[in-house]
């Protein structure tokens, strides 16, 4: 079996597990600033179809986590089989955008021609990766009625000097700028991992 078979779902999940853990109740907002970053390398290399999945699963551990507040409707009454199929059920849905923004992401850096042109890798980075990212929470809260709940921008609500930002341009300008840190984190990790393959190759070795 591929290590990437593996190594990639779980980060993936890990994106997800660090995602909700920047929010109430854990309410660990530092995690955001990271959080993407383990997604964001696995999308690397990777076809569209395999990262609109991975994206999907990332997001699949996010809201189930985050809509867990569901499970209260039991305590008044609520059916289990329909509060059970519910979450479930709006839980996939919203992971559906995390998807498509993966699906993007990894077919952007499929271009070979970011491998030559390195302005081009931070562009990508820093921005197309965050106005994707801020497009597909902008379709979640205004498609089918919208559901704006949990913006990645909501996880910094205790950080009063970053969110004046907001002033600017809503929650999306904050959003944008987690994104671009975690586009940023991505990119070092890369930049460290493809150095140390080139320490470990023989002198003159392809790398």
């Known amino acids: 079996m591929n290590a990437g078979t593996i190594l990639r779902p779980a980060a993936a999940a890990v994106t997800g597990l660090l995602l909700f853990a920047s929010f109430p109740p854990l309410g660990q907002a530092d995690a955001a600033w990271f959080a993407l970053a383990p997604l964001l390398l696995a999308l690397r290399n990777l ?3 395999k990262g609109f999945a991975l994206g999907w699963l990332a997001g699949m ?6 809509l867990s507040w569901l499970w209260r409707l039991v305590d ?7 509060v059970l199929l519910g979450h479930g059920a709006l839980a996939a849905y919203c992971a559906l955008y995390s998807g498509l923004f993966s699906l993007a992401v990894a077919w952007l850096w499929r271009d070979a021609r970011l491998a030559s042109r390195p302005m081009a890798r931070v562009g990508t980075a820093l921005l197309l990766q965050p106005l994707l990212w801020t497009g597909t929470e902008y379709l979640r809260g205004v498609l089918f009625t919208g559901f704006p709940w949990n913006n990645l921008a909501v996880s910094q609500f205790r950080n009063l000097a970053l969110i004046q930002c907001a002033s600017f341009g809503g929650m999306s300008a904050v959003s944008f700028l987690i994104v671009a840190v975690n586009g940023g ?6 930049r460290i991992a493809r150095d140390l393959r080139r320490s470990r190759q023989p002198a003159g070795a392809p790398v």
């Open 47 to 49: 076809s569209p179809r």
């Open 61 to 66: 551990v996010f809201w189930l986590g985050s």
């Open 76 to 82: 008044n009454g609520g059916p289990l089989i329909l």
């Open 185 to 190: 984190v991505a990119a070092l990790m890369a």
